[in-house]
């Protein structure tokens, strides 16, 4: 009579809930984690974009120390002592202040700025001392009067040689030390800002 064979049959225990849980969290922490590093790594970065321009506040913002660049290419310069700021006060006492722009220090806007194009060049320009006390006294009697001045930047160009007035353009750009530029005089050709008067040649 042969032996009589026992099969024993493992019955496993149902999972609890909490051990359910447990497992999925244990699967899912790497993953977690790496989504948190890699958003991290997107917001901060080592290369921090440029600050969106702001437009400047001819009451309120210091234009004493307003910075101009003029954006040109190769072969136009810039008149010395011709390109001026004008600011003009409207309402019952109205007042215009004309001054020229002196050639300035460009290491407190230049870091602000993206480089130039090719085969172009920014000349910085600043007030000089006298009229930055003028400008100021202007803007005081605006906010005395609740008037908003009006800023404008006439440039005065120079040409080195032969170009074709058409296709070369120019612009201006101005803002405060330490903010990023932004532009006065959209681009436009020479023979847009000329005019139809000559231009001098660059001495």
Request: proline fraction near 9%.
């Amino acid at each position: 009579m042969g032996g009589l064979r026992a099969h024993v049959r493992h019955s496993r225990r149902p999972a609890t809930l909490l051990e359910i849980v447990a497992v999925w969290m244990f699967r899912s922490i790497p993953s977690m984690l790496l989504a948190l590093l890699l958003t991290g790594c997107a917001s901060v970065g080592l290369d921090t974009a440029p600050a969106t321009p702001r437009a400047l506040d001819t009451l309120n913002d210091d234009l004493g120390a307003l910075v101009i660049a003029l954006d040109m290419p190769r072969g136009v310069g810039a008149v010395e002592g011709g390109t001026a700021l004008t600011l003009d006060l409207g309402g019952p006492r109205p007042q215009h202040l004309r001054a020229p722009l002196v050639e300035a220090d460009a290491d407190a806007v230049a870091a602000t700025l993206p480089p130039p194009g090719t085969g172009r060049a920014y000349y910085f320009l600043s007030l000089a001392p006298a009229d930055q006390v003028l400008v100021r006294t202007l803007q005081q009697s605006a906010r005395n009067s609740a008037v908003v001045p009006v800023l404008a930047v006439v440039p005065k160009y120079c040409v080195s040689g032969p170009l074709d007035l058409k296709s070369v353009t120019v612009a201006v750009l101005g803002g405060l030390p330490g903010r990023r530029l932004s532009p006065l005089v959209e681009r436009a050709t020479l023979a847009q800002v000329a005019a139809g008067s000559p231009l001098p040649a660059c001495s």
